[in-house]
C-alpha cells in the first residue's frame, strides 16, 4: 500500500512568492494534519483537516492556508514567503483525526526561501 | 499552552549500552503520549504511544517508556542498543484532536 505522499519534494522560491505544497493520504484515511520542521527543531503543528472541514489550526500566521478535497487529498499554501518559512513540509494522515490514533507521516517537502 | 522538553540533543552510546532518553512536558490535563522516531532517509513513524492504564508501555524494537504523571515526564528506555538504532527520536504530546506538540528532538548515535 502507498504511504503518505508528498510533491514536490524540493522546492525553491524567492521571497515573496507564493507556494503551494500537495499531500496524499493513506488510502482511507480521512484526515490530514501538516507540520513545519525547521532544521534542528520538532515537528510543529500547522493544520488538521477532516472531511474538509478544518479542525485545528496552530499558532502561524494567515499567509498560511489548506484546503483538504473531496479525495482528502491536501494542499498548504503559503503566500508572502519570508527566509524564515525555509524548512521541512510535514503531512500526515489518519482514519479520523482522534486524539488516540497513529499518525502516518510523509517524507515531507523540503522548502527553501532565498 | 502545552510544551514538551527533550533534554539531551545528542547522544552518543556504543553498542550494547542502555538508553535513557527525557521527555518533560507542561499540561495539567489529561494527555496521550507518543515517542516517533526518524531513521536517517526515512519518514517519522511511531514507536510507541500512552493513553491509559498501565504507566510502562512497550513499543517496537525493545523500546519502552514510562509515564511518571507527578514528573510530568515520558522517559524512553532500551537495554542494549544497536547501531541500528541510530536516528532522531521526537516525543510528542496531545490534548485535542491529534494535533501533536512535538519536543526538539534528540538525536542518537550508535557506534558500532
Known amino acids: 500500500d502507498a504511504g503518505v505522499t508528498q510533491s514536490p519534494t524540493h522546492l525553491i522560491k524567492t521571497r515573496g512568492q507564493h507556494v503551494t505544497l500537495r499531500c496524499s493520504p493513506i488510502s482511507g484515511h480521512k484526515s490530514v494534519s501538516w507540520y513545519q520542521q525547521v532544521l534542528g527543531q520538532g515537528p510543529q503543528f500547522i493544520f488538521q483537516y477532516y472531511e474538509k472541514e478544518e479542525r485545528g489550526r496552530g499558532n502561524f500566521p494567515d499567509r498560511f492556508s489548506a484546503r483538504q478535497f473531496p479525495n482528502y487529498s491536501s494542499e498548504l499554501n503559503v503566500n508572502a514567503l519570508l527566509l524564515g518559512d525555509s524548512a521541512l513540509y510535514l503531512c500526515?494522515?489518519?482514519?479520523?483525526?482522534?486524539?488516540?490514533?497513529?499518525?502516518?507521516f510523509g517524507s515531507g517537502t523540503q522548502l527553501s526561501v532565498l | 499552552a502545552q510544551s514538551v522538553s527533550q533534554h539531551n540533543h545528542h547522544v552518543i552510546l556504543s553498542e550494547a549500552a542502555s538508553l535513557e532518553l527525557g521527555c518533560n512536558y507542561s499540561?495539567?490535563?489529561?494527555?496521550?503520549l507518543f515517542w516517533y522516531v526518524q531513521y536517517p532517509g526515512q519518514h517519522l513513524q511511531l514507536l510507541l504511544k500512552y493513553f491509559s492504564g498501565d504507566p510502562l508501555v512497550k513499543g517496537i524494537k525493545g523500546f519502552e517508556a514510562e509515564f511518571i504523571k507527578s514528573k510530568f515526564s515520558f522517559n524512553l528506555r532500551k537495554p542494549s542498543v544497536q547501531w541500528s538504532d541510530t536516528a532522531e527520536y521526537f516525543c510528542a504530546v496531545n490534548n485535542a484532536g491529534n494535533m501533536l506538540t512535538f519536543g526538539g528532538g534528540t538525536r542518537l548515535m550508535v557506534k558500532p
Open positions: 499540561y495539567g490535563g489529561t494527555v496521550n
Open positions: 500526515a494522515s489518519s482514519f479520523l483525526g482522534f486524539k488516540d490514533e497513529k499518525l502516518f
